[in-house]
């Protein structure tokens, strides 16, 4: 999938131009450039005009790279962000902020922290001026630090709340048992008592280095970006000359079944939920065009939509789960990427009464897509064309926001290190056949991935509400033919009643 643009290091105020690749060999994007500085900071610009900049840093940091029993602070760095730093006190950081509309965010994710905003052009030297204040030269005070803890202990007890947040997050562990990509994206509450002002510090001056930092801007020129570089990140000495380590991803999958929640609301439904998932290859194998022309196949969403087809509503989760079975609340595919794995699955939500069944519609659902006979629910030429055409449309949708595509430019170069152009994109989907998506969703769903990594091949579940009522959920993907497994086979369904009476012995997610 990678386009073939090589990687250009540059002298501080040398410029380089490198040129996007394109599906036609005379069609070349000269918008995109990229430099790197001496000390390793890259810059990466596209330089189409508009009226409105975007600018962001993205640094080699996150929830990854943390140690498996001092997890949780890059989720405080991350709310630690736009406060005081050595030359703007907080007050006076939200004050320039708002005066340059707002629009402003800082995100932790499990790869990268991303600092990005959006402004009118006039305004990009004040806004990267915030931006390189707090990513090189936070204060950390101790009232912000105790205020930030405060807020961090508020966002994780709400988690139990939010399903859609927390499914995933215990997913990942599930699926990576305290390694890598498994570490929690959010700080267990047991950890933030325990978390210092010196811990934060030691955090930020361990990944914050220059040689970990990519410098995207949509909308500016890219004389321009390199000055601004130059100026607020061209003197910074990195105290070491190493990238960080992602670590060897050791997929262990696995199944954690968490306690009963009821909503916290009386107008709510009560709801069971569960999600299934199976390994894939990351976001750097041409698998990853298939895996998601696969997502938006199966699709789904809820089983209220005030949309049309645009939505998604001829979609298979739509018109084989959503709208036949009226206990069925939720019901969607996801597909989560990362450098080196991922993880491919479907999520359900439905009324406690239909516990016993949610596996088997799962199941059914993902085998139909290793069915080689339309007639028997295999995949048809239309729908694989209809994905197809969906998934471009939502590519193309989405680099018309300049936050989007410049996420995209930051993202790109840290991963990757050069720029894969929307035309190569859309050229690698046209290009897909039904028989790729079944070869790709035979080596997915069979557990016979192979990355860099250990891989086990066992399918990753979570369940949330009573474990009884989910029954066996290990036979029900043998018996569809659904992952690895190494134990011995299963003649008949196993009884989990016995761990009901343990439930409330069971740990507590967040």
Known sequence: MLASIKRVNSKPFRIFRQYASSSKATNENTAIEMTTLNNGVRIVTDSTPGHFSALGVYVDAGSRYESPSRPGLSHICDRMAWKSTEKYSGVEMLQNLSKLGGNYMCAAQRESMIYQASVFNKDVDKMFDMISQTVRYPKFTDQELLETLQTADYEVNELSHKHEMLLPEVLHAAAYKNNTLGLPLFCPPERIPEITKADVIKYHQQY?????????????????????????????????????????????????????????????????????????????????????????????????????????????????????????????????????????????????????????????????????????????????????????????????????????????????????????????????????????????????????????????????????????????????????????????????SATVKQEKKSRKWF
């Open 208 to 496: 914050f280095q220059p040689q970990n930092l990519v410098m995207a801007m949509v909308g500016v020129s890219h004389n321009k970006a390199v000055e601004l570089a130059q100026s607020h990140f061209g003197d910074w000495k990195g105290l070491v000359d190493s990238k960080p380590d992602l670590g060897v991803v050791n997929y262990t999958g696995g199944e954690i079944a968490l306690p009963y929640q009821a909503p916290l609301y009386s107008n709510l439904p009560e709801l069971y939920h569960m999600q299934i998932g199976f390994e894939t290859t990351g976001l750097l194998s041409d698998d990853l065009y298939a895996l998601a022309t696969l997502q938006k196949l199966l699709g789904g969403g809820s089983s209220f939509s005030a949309g049309g087809p645009g939505k998604g509503m001829f979609s298979r989760l739509y018109t084989r789960v959503l709208n036949q079975y009226a206990f069925v609340e939720n019901c969607m595919s996801f597909n989560h990427s990362y450098v080196d794995s991922g993880l491919f699955g479907v999520t359900i939500s439905c009324s406690p009464n239909a516990a016993h069944v949610m596996s088997q519609i799962i199941c059914f659902e993902l085998s139909k897509l290793l069915e080689r006979d339309p007639k028997n629910g295999g995949l048809t030429e239309s729908e694989v064309k209809r994905a197809k055409n969906q998934l471009i449309s939502a590519l193309l949708m989405n680099v018309e926001s300049r936050l989007a595509k410049l996420e995209d430019l930051g993202r790109q170069i840290q991963c990757q290190g050069k720029v894969t152009s929307i035309d190569y994109m859309i050229n690698k989907i046209e290009n897909l056949t039904v028989q790729d998506l079944r070869n790709v969703a035979e080596k997915v769903l069979t557990g016979n991935v192979v990355t860099t990594g250990i891989s086990s091949g066992t399918p990753s579940v979570v369940m949330q509400g009573n474990r009884e009522a989910f029954g066996d959920v290990e036979y029900i993907l043998r018996h569809f033919g659904l992952g690895k497994f190494t134990g011995p086979e299963l003649t008949e369904p196993r009884d989990f």
